[in-house]
């Protein structure tokens, strides 16, 4: 079923609850990085030029249940209100009498911006009554935040159902569109590079993109546990030898089926992440060594690989790129993607982080900032935020 899309819906005049991603970083009751919520304003303009009552919600951190004075998203109001270009109400309550108050008194073309919704503990819990009074402060629902759909939560999930009217804003469709493109229909050679720190977190989509992609290049900290099954000595590297035959499991499901697995040849490694690195073989790794950073060989090869490919998703780092001198694979691989003619994609806390770093963000296809939201996607997961979208009315 297709995603309802925000811009068939009737808002004029209506009160459109509108569940946002505006989990930013806080420091010291400040603001420490306004990227999601530039990129909300776009959606919540919108909606208000077109005559709605905007009542905005979030969360914000990990609250508990209860008001957290640290985590209110009250400095949130005013930066919206500037990205916006207009008027934001901070409303400091969720669902109680002051928000139904401010709701009452709004006109068509007000903004209001919620309490954080997990100072509630029926947010986390989907908890039905606590969907009820949030659903009665609106007529329609849109939401917008896709990192946070692979939870069932009451602004996600729950609340969305007791709506008849309910669609994906634009953030979310985006990311739906560029995700599904990758997952279900890729143009071929479908490239996946997978990177970062560990298997374990991303098990589930290593092993839906070894059963997908023509072309699985393995790089970083990951990419070590499956040198160690193949036989080479890492050294001291971070590995998760309890996931070796995990490893060698995905590595053949992959060449079984005919797709390549493309392994690091050389390496940059160093006693650790402060010391001096030396580009070594992979097969030539010291026994007091860590690998850090793939080799320019491997840079190459993968960067001869993307040229050639169709659509490429990369999620994880390919070194420890916070140093200087174990970031040049992964910024490599960064401009090899902008570089490459294909659909591209990445995804990732720390691989966006490294495209906006290189500074070729607005030459990708798609930069998926839903986090764990997008791999759980990848992975074939069904996200409770999306279906209930899919069945609006
Ligand atoms: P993402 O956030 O993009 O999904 P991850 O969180 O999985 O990526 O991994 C990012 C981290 O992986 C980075 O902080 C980086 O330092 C680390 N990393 C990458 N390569 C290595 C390596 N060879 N050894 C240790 N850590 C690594
Ligand atoms: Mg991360």
Same mark, same amino acid.
């Given at each position: 079923m297709a995603l309802r899309s925000m811009d068939t819906l009737n808002v004029e005049g209506r009160r459109v609850l509108l569940r946002l991603d505006l989990n930013v970083p806080l420091k010291d009751g400040k603001v420490g990085d306004e990227t999601r919520i530039r990129e909300a304003a776009p959606t919540v303009r919108t909606l208000a030029e077109r005559g709605a009552v905007v009542i905005a919600c979030s969360h914000l951190g990990r609250a508990k249940g209860k008001p957290d004075p640290t985590l209110s998203l009250a400095p949130v109001a005013p930066i919206l209100a500037r990205l916006a270009d207009r008027p934001v109400l901070f409303v400091p309550d969720t669902v109680g009498d002051g928000a139904k108050q401010a709701v009452a008194a709004a006109k068509p073309g007000d903004v209001l911006l919620l309490e954080n919704l997990r100072f509630e503990a029926g947010e986390e819990k989907n908890d039905p009554a606590f969907c009820a009074r949030l659903a009665a402060l609106a007529d329609v629902y849109v939401n917008d935040a896709f990192g946070t759909a692979h939870r069932a939560h009451a602004s996600t999930a729950g609340v969305a159902k007791l709506f008849k009217d309910r669609a994906a804003g634009p953030l979310m469709a985006r990311e739906i569109a560029a995700l599904s493109k990758v997952r279900d229909h890729p143009d071929r050679p479908f490239v996946a590079v997978v990177g970062g720190a560990k298997i374990s977190g991303k098990l589930e989509t290593l092993q839906s993109l070894a059963r997908r992609a023509d072309t699985v290049i393995l790089v970083g900290g990951m990419a070590n546990t499956f040198l160690l099954a193949q036989g080479a000595a890492v050294g001291k590297s971070l590995v998760e030898a309890e996931l070796v035959p995990m490893a060698k499991e995905i590595l053949a499901a992959a060449t079984g089926r005919g797709a390549s697995v493309v392994l690091p040849t050389d390496a940059v490694v &160093?006693? +650790?992440?402060?010391a001096p690195g030396r580009t070594v073989s992979a097969?030539?790794? +010291?026994?007091?060594?860590?690998?850090l950073d793939i080799g320019p060989e491997t840079r190459q090869r993968i960067a001869s690989i993307l040229a050639k490919a169709g659509t490429v998703f990369w999620n994880g780092? &390919? +070194?420890?790129?916070?140093?200087p001198a174990f970031a040049a694979g992964t910024l490599a691989i960064a401009q090899a993607m902008a570089a490459s003619p294909a659909f591209t994609v990445v995804g990732g806390g720390e691989s966006v982080a490294a495209v906006q770093q290189a500074g070729v963000a607005g030459k990708l296809s798609h930069v998926s900032t839903g986090g764990g939201a997008s791999l759980e996607f990848l992975a074939g997961d069904v996200l409770p935020g999306v279906t209930v979208l899919e069945g609006g009315a």
């Open positions: &160093a006693p +650790g992440p402060d097969s030539a790794v +010291g026994p007091d060594e860590m690998i780092p &390919a +070194g420890v790129f916070e140093k």
